[in-house]
């Protein structure tokens, strides 16, 4: 296995810096890049199994968010990993993964498995 992927899947390792500046911009999808994307589902994984989804719908007074375990969950990888679920109006979208890995938080991109 290479420093470059976990589990065979694909990732990559992003080196932006910006100086310690807040900056506001739009998440362009990943497959696509069109920016009309969306992120209303979050998975924390962890090495032990205790994981959860977290959901947010709804939008003012009617939005809310709900949180459910995740026994089958794959395994956050030795420590825990954060997965963004990417729902993009131009094509089916994916997921990004933050592993906790070596010291490092890798990122890894997968497109759902229907996708181009
Ligand atoms: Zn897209």
Redesign the pocket.
Same mark, same amino acid.
């Given at each position: 296995m290479s420093d470059d992927s976990i589990d065979g899947r694909e990732s990559i390792l992003l080196g932006v810096g910006v100086g310690g500046q807040i900056r506001s911009t739009f998440l362009a999808?990943p497959? &696509?890049n069109?920016t009309w994307t969306h992120i209303d589902v979050v998975d924390v994984l962890s090495a032990s199994g205790s994981s959860f989804e977290i959901t947010a719908s709804g939008e003012d007074e009617t939005s809310r968010t709900t949180a459910r375990a995740l026994p089958n969950a794959r395994s956050g990888g030795r420590r825990h990993s954060v997965v963004l679920h990417i729902d &993009?109006e131009? &094509?089916p979208?994916g997921e990004i993964s933050f592993l906790q890995h070596k010291g490092q938080t890798q990122v890894e991109l997968s497109p759902v498995p229907d996708h181009e």
């Open positions: 999808c497959w &696509c069109d &993009c131009m &094509c979208g």
